[in-house]
């Protein structure tokens, strides 16, 4: 199945091509935060999207009365267009009774705090559906096939993805899958530190996070968008579509084990990557790169760690493993479509980005980190992007190459 067109926002851009040109830049989009009221937090730094986004979203949407939706919902249309867009698909030729729409947003986007994250703007509809994200999309398109969202905590926009794939497997036409999340407010900061999941590192937030670090202390929120476009293969190449990537399996599991830490051995995460290698029908010798879920907590990506040594044993110590929180955060529902859509940039360009930050070797975490440098590979045939989710909620991608198949 190909990958034919991505629509991306991040802290580092408004666009996939300056998002994708800012990591393999190794550029950080944490600072501190400032379109809300942090004094008293113990974290006071994030991962914003752009303020000149909302200037962009104004003459986007000029005229419709999207301006006065909440974020997600304007946020999951802008970055559908871009990736319709990428695609170059003609809407009028697509049968739109086989084509759908599957977001992947964890749900705690939307509520009255939600006026907070965008200056100067006032809603008039403080509590929408959160299905609306994946409806929304449907009308502005006419598509009439499914539309939902999904919502598995961190791995929000990986299962809207595996959705996709599911749905063109089964005849589907086109699918656009998104994952979004907006979360980055004073009560999720609140709750996340009384956790202790986040960072405390709030002098220099673009050194913050540094996933398999061993000084890391914790993630840094953040929010963002990615939209993709799956068709079948066939019909891409029929059409003479540029296909950044293709994808050919997945894996999702539940550890059943805590609502927030991971399993410690990393058992389940292993059998993720093992089911997606075996569902792609290759051997692990084939994966080249892992996009980590890599989240700069010291659980997790510990966990993470040993779970690729037990799904590839003595071929993990030949891959390649980075982390984009690393310079963008973790944007929950938004971060396993944002790491696909980079993990199918990568394939296409033959170019890994860094794991930024990556200063202090951690004995157990002791793999190829593509350390703080983007790195030019040659042959790259296979990449997965794992996602792994509060609850339990695993999710691992396999994408290939475009040029794999004739």
Known sequence: MAVTGIGMVTPLGISTSECWANMVAGKSGIDWIRRFDVDGCLTRIGGQIPDRYFAEEAVVFQGSDLLDRVLPIRLSLYTAQQAMNDSHLEVAGIDREKAGVITGCGG??????MMLTEPGHQHEHCHEMINELAATVSREYGFRGPAFNVATACASGAF???????????????????????????????????????????????????????????????EGACAVVLEPYSAAKARGARIHALVSGYGCTSEAFNIIAPEPEGKQ???TMELAVSHAGLTPDAIGYISAHGTSTPHNDLAETRAIKLAFGDHARRLAVSSQKSMIGHSIGAAGAIEFGVTALSLYHQLLTPTINYQTPDPDCDLDYVPNEARGVSALRAAITNSFGF????????????????
């Not at 705690?108 to 705090?113: A, I, L, N, R, V």
């Open 108 to 113: 705690s986007t939307f509520g009255d705090e």
């Open 160 to 222: 809207a993805i595996c959705g996709g794939y599911d749905f063109i497997r089964r005849g589907g036409a086109v699918c656009i899958a998104i994952g979004i999340d907006t979360i980055l407010l004073r009560s999720t900061i609140e709750g996340f530190n009384s956790l202790m999941a986040l960072t405390e590192e709030n002098e220099f937030p673009q050194r913050a996070s540094k996933p398999f670090d061993r000084k890391r202390s914790g993630f840094v929120l953040s």
């Open 269 to 271: 995460m292993a059998r």
């Open 391 to 406: 609850g339990g909620h695993n999710a691992s991608i396999v994408l290939e190459a475009a040029n794999n198949l004739p």
